[in-house]
């Protein structure tokens, strides 16, 4: 008689996989954590050993001294308002030309890639150009400057996100409403543009965020009124030792908004990420 | 069926009256559309470009008055520059080391995540969220992680180690460079990670059933099915990430400064320090001009050699 020799089953539970994921979100929480943890710590425990990892009285100093002694608190409102208006200009402009791109295939491919190419420009060949052009125009240093660079600067995003929403669209409904009489603008502002409203929220998101964490074109657009939140960080530069609190506090305030965007977003996130080329 | 035609044959004479009526109001229709971001886009990033043209021969010079006319001598004072010729190695280097790392970090997550289990959306939730934070906010994260008398970083490490740890990870060759890359791959991974899961995900199960059924190997599996598959995915989130990663600035600017001296001066760096703060508009320009040639020689080979074969 033989005996059945039963091979060992492999554990069920994938040890290799959980150990690999555990670390690999200490390392995305790691930084986090620490920054929060800095941004509530009195001054005294920056250079306790063993380091302080929860502090024993958390403090608000840092975000009141950021906000305030920093100008972080202009920064957040100059923010508020280039993302915003930049967001609305590049979703408006982009969604006309995103529904000429696709129901009318405006100027064929190359117009659609020439948008597109803007998007792998290295913003340093036009920022020398832009920064000297904005000096002899007076846009140096104000809002509008930033607004009108912003929107150009997200206009891909926009555009090729819209894009590829319109074409997945159906014409069937803009049809039949030009057959009952209504002009082309009609069919598009009251039709197409509803319809596409979903898109149009996705496109904004990422618009905004984009402009939002942007730093290079403030940095050199701007100086001291239209300064934005990102560029507030100069401040803590060169001081090194004394200023990690108030960096930090910064940093939790202006990382809250966009993560929080980010995240309710999520569903639209590859589609943000490659431009609508791929659908998640 | 016939409803539709019953009701479509009285308004078929209307709809083609209006299709060769408005012809050309169509025409107006669909380049109005198109004129306002177009324009938009021609003057603030191509017009300044042709504009830049004329910088790049004359002098343009915040420490020198006038704009004289001088040739080619710009490029030339670029290209005799070390620390030029230095920060395009330094960023050709940082972008190979951080785009492939994130390639397979973002695969090996993607391949983990790919199987549903409990918790995975609260997981993938935290994984993207370095994806929305601005790399300044990133790199002053991760300077304070490894800053040398205050970051926790050499404190755990000489725990491990038991003994102690004393790196300079922002001042000392070549810790600088790794502090740099763990910043772009902890901000980045997470861009390869949802595009290849997106890959991932797209493939029909049944190919996998039918490659069970055969008794072919998980090894053999992931190279002759999974890869092919996805082909097209990892080519475009490569493509994508590196064309941004050749643009590195943020970090740097605000993890090494460039420091120490020109050890991690990109190219994007080099030539931001070139035009402002020393103020040398013109060389700076052409130097700029010959980031964005070569920067377009590399699209035009991945393009070309990669994506397109790819593709079709």
Same mark, same amino acid.
């Given at each position: 008689?033989?005996?059945?020799?039963?091979?060992?089953?492999?554990?069920?539970?994938?040890?290799?996989?959980?150990?690999?994921?555990?670390?690999?979100?200490?390392?995305?929480?790691? &930084?986090?954590?620490?920054?929060?943890?800095?941004?509530?710590?009195?001054?005294?425990?920056?250079?306790?050993?063993?380091?302080?990892?929860? &502090?024993?009285?958390?403090?608000?100093?840092?975000?009141?001294?950021?906000? =305030?002694?920093?100008?972080?608190?202009?920064?957040?409102?100059?923010?508020?308002?280039?993302?915003?208006?930049?967001?609305?200009?590049?979703?408006?402009?982009?969604?006309?030309?995103?529904?000429?791109?696709?129901?009318?295939?405006?100027?064929?491919?190359?117009?659609?890639?020439?948008? +597109?190419?803007?998007?792998?420009?290295?913003?340093?060949?036009?920022? +020398?150009?832009?920064?000297?052009?904005?000096?002899?125009?007076?846009?140096?240093?104000?809002?509008?400057?930033?607004?009108?660079?912003?929107?150009?600067?997200?206009?891909?995003?926009?555009?090729?996100?819209?894009?590829?929403?319109?074409?997945?669209?159906?014409?069937?409904?803009?049809?039949?409403?030009?057959?009952?009489?209504?002009?082309?603008?009609?069919?598009?502002?009251?039709?197409?543009?509803? !319809?596409?409203?979903?898109?149009?929220?996705?496109?904004?998101?990422?618009?905004?965020?984009?402009?939002?964490?942007?730093?290079?074109?403030?940095?050199?657009?701007?100086?001291?009124?239209?300064?934005? +939140?990102?560029?507030?960080?100069?401040? =803590?530069?060169?001081?090194?030792?004394?200023?990690?609190?108030?960096?930090?506090?910064?940093?939790?305030?202006?990382?809250?908004?966009?993560?929080?965007?980010?995240?309710?977003?999520?569903?639209?996130?590859?589609?943000?990420?490659?431009?609508?080329?791929?659908?998640? | 069926?016939?409803?539709?035609?019953?009701?479509?044959?009285?308004?078929?004479?209307?709809?083609?009256?209006?299709?060769?009526?408005?012809?050309?109001?169509?025409?107006?229709?669909?380049?109005?559309?198109?004129? &306002?971001?177009?324009?938009?886009?021609?003057?603030?990033?191509?017009?300044?470009? !042709?504009?830049?043209?004329?910088?790049?021969?004359?002098?343009?010079?915040?420490?020198?008055?006038?704009?004289?006319?001088?040739?080619?001598?710009?490029?030339?004072?670029?290209?005799?520059?070390?620390?030029?010729?230095?920060?395009?190695?330094?960023?050709?280097?940082?972008?190979?080391?951080?785009?492939?790392?994130?390639?397979?970090?973002?695969?090996?997550?993607?391949?983990?995540?790919?199987?549903?289990?409990?918790?995975?959306?609260?997981?993938?939730?935290?994984?993207?969220?370095?994806?929305?934070?601005?790399?300044?906010?990133?790199?002053?994260?991760?300077?304070?992680?490894?800053?040398?008398?205050?970051?926790?970083?050499?404190?755990?490490?000489?725990?491990?180690?038991?003994?102690?740890?004393?790196?300079?990870?922002?001042?000392?060759?070549?810790?600088?460079?790794?502090?740099?890359?763990?910043?772009?791959?902890?901000?980045?991974?997470?861009?390869?990670?949802?595009?290849?899961?997106?890959?991932?995900?797209?493939?029909? &199960?049944?190919?996998?059933?039918?490659?069970?059924?055969?008794?072919?190997?998980?090894?053999?599996?992931?190279?002759?099915?999974?890869?092919?598959?996805?082909?097209?995915?990892?080519?475009?989130?490569?493509?994508?990430?590196?064309?941004?990663?050749?643009?590195?600035?943020?970090?740097?600017?605000?993890?090494?400064?460039?420091?120490?001296?020109?050890?991690?001066?990109?190219?994007?760096?080099?030539?931001?320090? !070139?035009?402002?703060?020393?103020?040398?508009?013109?060389?700076?320009?052409?130097?700029?001009?010959?980031? +964005?040639?070569?920067?377009?020689?590399?699209?035009?080979?991945?393009?070309?050699?990669?994506?397109?074969?790819?593709?079709?």
């Amino acid at each position: 008689m033989s005996t059945v020799v039963r091979r060992p089953r492999r554990s069920r539970i994938p040890y290799g996989r959980i150990a690999f994921l555990s670390i690999y979100m200490i390392f995305v929480l790691a &930084p986090l954590y620490w920054m929060f943890i800095t941004s509530i710590k009195p001054s005294d425990d920056y250079l306790a050993v063993p380091p302080v990892w929860f &502090p024993a009285e958390p403090t608000i100093v840092h975000y009141t001294a950021a906000l =305030f002694a920093y100008r972080g608190l202009d920064g957040l409102v100059n923010s508020l308002i280039v993302s915003i208006s930049a967001t609305a200009a590049s979703c408006f402009f982009g969604t006309l030309m995103a529904y000429s791109l696709a129901r009318f295939n405006t100027g064929g491919q190359h117009l659609s890639f020439w948008v +597109l190419s803007q998007r792998f420009l290295s913003p340093i060949a036009i920022i +020398l150009p832009l920064f000297l052009n904005y000096r002899m125009l007076r846009l140096q240093d104000t809002h509008v400057g930033l607004i009108i660079a912003y929107t150009v600067f997200t206009l891909p995003v926009t555009v090729w996100m819209m894009f590829a929403y319109f074409r997945q669209m159906p014409r069937s409904l803009e049809e039949a409403a030009l057959v009952d009489g209504c002009t082309r603008w009609r069919a598009f502002w009251r039709i197409a543009v509803p !319809l596409a409203a979903p898109g149009i929220v996705a496109a904004a998101v990422f618009a905004f965020i984009a402009c939002w964490t942007e730093f290079f074109f403030a940095l050199i657009l701007t100086s001291k009124t239209a300064f934005t +939140l990102p560029t507030v960080f100069r401040a =803590f530069l060169g001081f090194q030792g004394a200023q990690y609190g108030e960096a930090s506090a910064l940093a939790i305030v202006s990382l809250v908004p966009s993560i929080i965007l980010g995240v309710l977003a999520q569903r639209n996130l590859v589609r943000g990420l490659t431009l609508g080329a791929v659908r998640g | 069926m016939s409803d539709s035609a019953a009701i479509s044959t009285p308004l078929a004479p209307l709809a083609r009256r209006r299709t060769a009526s408005s012809k050309k109001s169509d025409w107006r229709f669909k380049w109005l559309l198109v004129a &306002p971001a177009a324009l938009l886009i021609l003057a603030i990033s191509i017009y300044p470009l !042709l504009f830049s043209l004329w910088v790049l021969f004359v002098n343009y010079d915040f420490q020198i008055p006038g704009h004289a006319f001088i040739g080619l001598k710009n490029f030339r004072q670029v290209i005799a520059d070390p620390v030029a010729v230095h920060s395009l190695g330094v960023t050709a280097g940082l972008t190979v080391a951080n785009v492939a790392t994130e390639f397979l970090l973002g695969l090996a997550l993607a391949l983990v995540l790919v199987k549903t289990f409990r918790g995975r959306g609260v997981v993938i939730s935290i994984l993207i969220v370095p994806l929305f934070i601005s790399p300044v906010i990133v790199g002053q994260a991760w300077a304070l992680l490894l800053q040398k008398p205050f970051g926790p970083t050499n404190y755990l490490l000489g725990l491990l180690l038991k003994r102690e740890v004393t790196i300079g990870w922002l001042t000392e060759k070549p810790w600088n460079y790794v502090a740099l890359v763990l910043a772009d791959v902890w901000q980045w991974t997470p861009f390869m990670f949802v595009i290849l899961l997106a890959g991932l995900t797209s493939i029909p &199960p049944h190919v996998y059933e039918a490659a069970e059924l055969d008794g072919v190997g998980a090894w053999n599996t992931f190279w002759y099915i999974t890869v092919p598959y996805i082909a097209p995915m990892m080519l475009l989130a490569v493509t994508f990430r590196l064309l941004d990663a050749i643009k590195l600035f943020d970090t740097i600017f605000i993890m090494t400064g460039g420091g120490p001296g020109t050890q991690t001066y990109t190219a994007s760096f080099y030539l931001y320090v !070139l035009g402002f703060t020393q103020f040398h508009l013109s060389r700076a320009t052409a130097g700029a001009w010959i980031f +964005l040639i070569l920067t377009l020689i590399v699209v035009q080979v991945l393009v070309r050699r990669l994506l397109l074969p790819a593709t079709t």
